[in-house]
């Protein structure tokens, strides 16, 4: 069911996805021929993720690519997390199904005005948010994703300013949790910070037995009248284990998905942003099966990193990986 304000998916049905269409079997043949690796956010095509050999959040997926035993990584997601593949893999063949999937934080945190505020900041550390492109991460302490920041931010000693780049809501939600008080830089997802607290009250109040579950990329409003604010992954742990029969998710749509194959049983209520269609990432949508196929016929778009910036960038998502290990 589908209106305006939200979009209802009914509970999953085995077998939903057992057929492969003829993109996704050439899929399947070719990576095995070749050796690769498909790894796919939660946020991709249903397609994709069912012929992917992971699927999970920034953090599984950087888990994964420091882990692959494989050639050839294709990352369908954006362009920073096959960057932090290749970073985490030097020697590997990185593609991505389309170069031009990037990230509106990203695009909001230029590297050279990073480096202004750690001038005017020399005592603080930065921990960056792996939503930013490999030049950040080279002038960052540390990495977090959604999934681990709480968790890194409270192992840095209270007395240590930090600067936190570049989403201020992550950033603001992690002050709050933590009673830290981080610099924050002025960036935001453009899809979760779409969100309207009022139209999400609206929502509760239409289905008052769905707890609403948001991404901590959604502003403080929408945070605040939200029973649980987590990353992707820790959503389906949530939904898993919470005795409701329904939930709102406020993130991308195709989240549920995963959501549904996971949780099974359970019914999923998308909320809409601002009464726009469900909630979209356009740059997560660029990702095809028939993109993915090309790239592995064609082995590109390769993702490239400069030696250097790699190396550097290294640091940072390797410390993250030490800090959240397990
Ligand atoms: P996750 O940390 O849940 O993967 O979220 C990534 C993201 O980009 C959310 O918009």
């Known amino acids: 069911m589908e209106t305006s304000k939200f979009m209802i998916f009914p509970p999953y049905r085995a077998g939903e996805c057992v057929e492969f269409t003829p993109v996704q079997e050439r899929i399947l043949r ?24 992971f699927v999970g959040d920034s953090l599984g997926l950087s888990r994964q690519a420091k882990n692959t035993g494989a050639d050839i990584i294709v990352f369908a997601g954006v362009d920073f997390m096959a960057e932090t593949a290749k970073i ?14 990037g990230c509106s934080l990203e695009e909001m945190c230029d590297p050279l005005k990073l480096k202004a505020l750690k001038s005017a900041n020399p005592d603080a550390i930065v921990i960056s948010y792996i939503n930013c492109s490999a030049a950040v991460k080279e002038l960052s302490d540390i990495i977090c994703t959604s999934g681990n920041a709480l968790d890194i931010v409270r192992q840095i000693p209270e007395d240590k300013q930090i600067i936190f780049c570049p989403d201020k809501h992550l950033g603001s939600w992690i002050n709050e949790k933590t009673g830290r008080n981080m610099i924050l830089w002025d960036g935001f997802c453009v899809s ?45 742990k949530f939904c898993r284990d919470n005795p409701a029969e329904s939930f709102i998710i406020a993130t ?20 809409r942003a601002a009464g726009k269609s469900c909630q979209q990432c356009s740059s997560m949508r660029r990702n095809t099966p028939e993109k993915v196929l090309a790239c ?26 030490e800090m959240s290990a397990g």
């Open 192 to 236: 979760h910070a779409m969100y309207d607290a009022r139209e999400l009250a609206e929502l509760k109040a239409e289905f008052p037995k769905s707890p609403l579950v948001c991404h901590p990329e959604c502003p403080k409003s929408v945070r605040d009248i939200s029973d649980c604010v987590c990353s992707t992954e820790k959503m389906i």
């Open 88 to 101: 985490l893999n030097p020697q590997k063949i990185v593609l991505i199904p389309d170069k031009s999937a």
């Open 252 to 271: 991308v749509v195709e989240m549920i998905h995963r959501l549904r194959k996971e949780v099974p049983g359970k019914t999923f209520i998308a909320a």
């Open 30 to 53: 070719l990576k095995k021929e070749k050796n690769a690796v498909i790894l796919a956010h939660n946020y991709v095509d249903p397609q994709i993720q069912d012929i992917a050999d």
């Open 296 to 321: 592995l016929e064609n082995l590109s778009p390769r993702i490239e990193v400069p030696a250097e910036t790699a190396s550097r960038a290294l640091k940072p998502i390797e410390r993250m990986l």
